[in-house]
Structure formats: structure tokens, C-alpha cells
């Protein structure tokens, strides 16, 4: 692929830049809000999942004494 020129790569650029389909201001908050609970989600099974884990170990650790 051949270099272009600074001024033709700018206009380049600016041509894909339009063809660039940007989401609305809904499906920003949708997917944002989506995205905060699912977060909330894992971070939930994840701490008791660790406690669960760290519940047995302690069992265990304590069971070999």
C-alpha cells in the first residue's frame, strides 16, 4: 500500500469518520445501565463465591490440625 500525504490521509480519515454510525443518546444510557448491573452482578457472585472458597480452606486447613 503506497504512503499518502499527510493532507490525503486527513481527508481519508475524514471520509470514514462519516460513514461511522454513532448510537443515540437511549441506546448510550441502555447500554451504559446495562453495563453497570451487569458489573453489579459479578461483583456479587464473585465475593461469595470467595467467601465460599475461603469458608472451605479455612475447613480444611483447620480439619488437617
Same mark, same amino acid.
Given at each position: $500500500?503506497? %504512503?499518502? /500525504?499527510?493532507?490525503? +490521509?486527513? %481527508?481519508? @480519515?475524514?471520509?470514514?469518520? %462519516? %460513514? @461511522? #454510525?454513532?448510537? /443515540?443518546?437511549?441506546? #448510550? #444510557?441502555? /447500554? #451504559? !445501565?446495562? &453495563?453497570?448491573? $451487569? @458489573? +453489579? !452482578?459479578?461483583?456479587?457472585?464473585?465475593?461469595? /463465591?470467595?467467601?465460599?472458597?475461603? +469458608?472451605? &480452606?479455612?475447613?480444611?486447613?483447620?480439619?488437617? $490440625?
Amino acid at each position: $500500500m503506497a %504512503k499518502a /500525504s499527510p493532507i490525503e +490521509f486527513i %481527508k481519508q @480519515v475524514r471520509n470514514e469518520a %462519516k %460513514k @461511522v #454510525t454513532w448510537p /443515540s443518546r437511549h441506546e #448510550t #444510557t441502555v /447500554s #451504559t !445501565i446495562a &453495563v453497570f448491573i $451487569m @458489573v +453489579f !452482578i459479578a461483583s456479587v457472585f464473585l465475593y461469595f /463465591s470467595d467467601q465460599l472458597i475461603s +469458608f472451605l &480452606v479455612r475447613l480444611i486447613l483447620e480439619f488437617g $490440625m
